[in-house]
């Protein structure tokens, strides 16, 4: 997919390479306008785009993603400094910016596109997605909510979505955004 390579607000680079020491995380909450939004005013994260993971169909389209039948997520790439930015605070956005308990969508978003997700790049962050979720649950579970439904598992290939997707909600200020806290505040579990 064609896509400008300077991020819209920061313009840092979209695609590799990336900056020495920088790590990539995959997360999928629904709409990926707002979700992109969230991660690219944090501290420490380097830039931020918007494709499609977690499916089968190589190089999908947004059309083609929305039918289902590819099995992608409507996901962000997180490319982050992790000397400045820690995974918990960026596990913390994911689980409190969307409801990780809906199935196969978010709101009035349905479908598996929707769906949540966390696609890791390296055995930590697996390690810290898989006990984030447990930490999570518990707290859900205290406050009379269902069990998550996130997938988490390794990364596998991610998709640029076309370049009008692309900090969506920096081009279009008034662009739908169905992302803001949600149910109930993550703590992580006591090492």
């Known amino acids: 997919m064609a896509v400008a390579s300077a991020h819209y607000v920061s313009g840092s680079s979209i695609k590799p390479p990336f900056p020495a020491g920088a790590e990539r995380l995959v997360v999928a909450m629904g709409c990926f306008w707002g979700v992109e939004r969230l991660y690219w005013t944090v501290p420490g994260v380097y830039t931020t785009a918007v494709g499609y993971a977690g499916g089968t169909t190589p190089n999908p389209t947004y059309e083609e993603t929305c039918t289902g039948r590819t099995g992608h997520t409507e996901a962000v790439l997180v ?10 605070q960026l596990l913390k956005i994911f689980w409190e910016n969307h409801d990780p308990t809906q199935w196969m969508g978010q709101g009035n978003d349905r479908g598996s596109q929707y769906r949540t997700a966390i696609y890791t790049t390296t055995d930590a962050q697996l390690g810290s997605a898989i006990a984030s979720r447990a930490a999570y649950q ?7 909510f269902g069990e998550i439904t996130t997938e988490i598992e390794p990364a ?17 200020p008034g662009g ?6 949600c149910q109930v505040a993550y703590a992580p579990a006591a090492s």
């Open 79 to 88: 490319v982050y400094d992790p000397d400045r930015v820690e995974i918990d």
């Open 138 to 144: 518990a707290k859900l579970g205290e406050a009379g």
């Open 156 to 172: 596998g290939e991610f998709y640029y979505a076309e370049d009008y997707h692309q900090q969506y909600l920096a081009k279009n």
């Open 176 to 181: 739908y955004c169905n992302h803001g806290f």
